[in-house]
């Protein structure tokens, strides 16, 4: 039984939580966008998975706000705010060197620009189940934004 729930493990962290194929993100990083419910230009600053489909995160005159794709015109313009560019990509298959006791690979949902350092979503323990009565409940707090320090390129 042990085997079981292990594999059952290590298949929820390499598992796209968007299904088979990655949808296409509207906008790139650091692209500058227009947010129609704010009627504001900013720029792209983050894309994250989310059950609703890619959040972006936007940067307008020093305030972020996270809306969906709904929300966003691209521009095509990009803005130079860091030198390097994000050493991931969403979906890719990474390993994450601060595992603990489940498995070390993980799967990259989402990146982000933070103080001019890109952070990676991954999820960093599985959801726990509990049950109460006939209802079943799953924790959703399991998404962690680290480093590529924290990372590593899984070898093909």
């Known amino acids: 039984m042990t085997n079981l729930v292990q594999n059952l493990e290590q298949c929820w962290y390499i598992s ?3 299904g088979q194929q990655i949808p ?3 906008v790139s990083l650091l692209e500058r966008v227009y947010i129609k419910s704010a009627k504001a230009f900013g720029y792209c600053t ?5 059950e609703q489909g890619w959040k972006y995160e936007i940067v307008i005159d020093n305030d972020s706000i996270t809306v969906s794709g709904d929300e966003l015109i691209g ?3 990009l803005q130079s705010v ?3 560019k994000p050493v991931f990509r969403l979906g890719e298959l990474v390993e994450f060197r601060f595992h603990g006791d489940g498995p070390p690979i993980r799967i990259i949902r989402g990146i982000q620009l933070i103080n001019d350092c890109w952070f990676y979503s991954i999820e960093w323990m599985s959801p726990t189940i509990s049950e109460k009565d006939d209802e ?3 924790s959703r707090d399991s998404i962690a934004r680290v480093t590529d320090h924290d990372l590593e390129r899984v070898q093909s």
Request: charge should be negative.
């Open 24 to 26: 296409p993100v509207l």
């Open 75 to 77: 521009i095509g313009n």
């Open 82 to 84: 860091t030198k390097e």
């Open 16 to 18: 796209p939580p968007w």
């Open 46 to 50: 983050g894309v994250e998975w989310s």
């Open 136 to 138: 079943v409940f799953t």
